[in-house]
């Protein structure tokens, strides 16, 4: 068993390999932090995994806090609590800690902790973001936790409204992280149901990126690797987590899923936010049920760029194929073949299709995602009746 070590300077200076979290002191010294607060989720904040990045940036002689008031679907709430710990301590940078959620709002405190204009006036709409006062947002050392947003290599974070309960992007260029530091021996302790949750999450990103109309090559050309990456060891993550040459490999597409949905997204995730928002389901198993669905809903946009996809991952039968190796792959991780598997139901449908429309990743979808479209994929998926969405 090989498992990989390098080090890439794309999009941002990614310290990857087994044990590198012993170099957390020093990334953060190398992106001008003297002062980290540590962001994470309350969950993972009670682990030994999270004490053991403490101790080392106090090793270090780095003084450092925690702030862990963060829900697994981080609300504006969550960001402004953050702000005020970040703006108390005279913190001067981030260790965003965990999986998205603790990456994502460890981004927006960074972002926002400079600012005086309130969080929604920096939507990822138009160009809102040259809005902000690029000089005062905080460096960023992100250490992913999870194998599935590759949120540590985005310029955004995902956070709630909860007055509307809507999903809304927060943008800007300088929220990319300084340095990144993504060790595998980091996920060995993630149960199997987080682990083909995450890994979903980081397939729909890739195969979204690839599906979108737009123009971008390299992003296409990252996204087919990483499928790869994904078909070829998330069962082996799943059914043995102390797979750490898999559990490298899962890391890496996720990273590489996040640098490939700069060429866009679609249905799968215009779906998944508002049923999170909604429900409070698991983001990447979210995704992982709409998958079929959304790829049948869109086979005459899509049909011959995954039967060249296919070819590409020693897939045979086409699209078929492919729709095949799909549901095989959900049936192997545990991922449920219907929204009631999420304890999701037909009460919100309505509410439901119309967020799916407005939501900002709908733009990168192959057909163009109505009301009516996004309530058929909303209804078959919750009859896990696949061909319906044609």
């Known amino acids: 068993m090989t498992v990989p070590t390098a080090n890439w300077s794309y999009p941002t200076a990614i310290r990857f390999g087994a044990g590198r979290i012993k170099e957390l002191a020093e990334a953060c010294r190398a992106s001008g932090i003297e002062r980290p ?39 504006d709430a969550n960001v402004e609590a953050g702000i005020a710990v970040f703006r108390a301590g005279k913190h001067d940078g981030i260790v965003a800690f965990g999986g998205g959620s603790g990456l994502d709002t460890g981004k927006v405190v960074a972002f926002m902790a400079g600012q005086t204009r309130p969080l929604w006036d920096f939507e ?110 998330l069962p082996k993550a799943v059914s043995n987590g102390n797979d750490l040459e898999a559990r490298a490999h899962m890391m890496s597409a996720a990273a590489m899923g996040a640098a490939s949905f700069q060429k866009g997204l679609g249905a799968i ?66 991922v449920s073949h219907d929204l009631g598997g999420l304890k999701v139901d037909g009460s919100k449908a309505e509410t439901i299709a119309e967020m799916a429309v407005v939501d900002p990743t709908a733009g990168g979808n192959s057909i163009t995602v109505t009301k009516e479209g996004a309530r058929k994929l909303f209804d078959a998926a919750l009859k896990g009746d696949v061909a319906a969405a044609a």
């Open 37 to 75: 607060l540590l962001v994470t989720d309350s969950g993972l904040a009670k682990l030994a995994i999270t004490g053991r990045a403490m101790s080392l940036l106090e090793e270090g002689g780095l003084p450092a806090a925690i702030f862990a008031d963060v829900q697994p679907n981080p609300v």
């Open 124 to 233: 990822d709409v138009g160009d809102w973001w040259t809005r902000a006062d690029a000089d005062k947002i905080a460096p960023v050392v992100a250490v992913p936790t999870t194998a599935g947003t590759g949120s540590e290599v985005g310029r955004a974070g995902v956070i709630t409204q909860e007055a509307t309960q809507t999903k809304k992007v927060i943008f800007h260029p300088k929220m990319m992280p300084k340095v990144v530091i993504c060790d595998p021996e980091l996920t060995v302790g993630m149960p199997p149901y987080i682990t083909a949750g995450t890994g979903m999450d980081a397939l729909a990103h890739c195969l979204e990126a690839y599906c979108a109309p737009s123009y971008h090559p390299m992003a296409e050309g990252i996204a087919v690797e990483g499928m790869r990456l994904v078909f070829e060891n």
């Open 269 to 334: 995730h215009a779906l998944s936010h508002p049923v999170g928002a909604l429900y409070h389901t698991h983001h990447g198993m979210t995704n992982g049920v709409f998958m079929p669905y959304v790829l049948v809903f869109n086979r005459l946009a899509i049909g011959p760029k995954i039967e060249r996809l296919a070819g590409f991952l020693g897939i045979g039968g086409g699209f078929d194929g492919f729709l095949k190796a799909v549901l095989d792959l959900r049936k192997q991780t545990g």
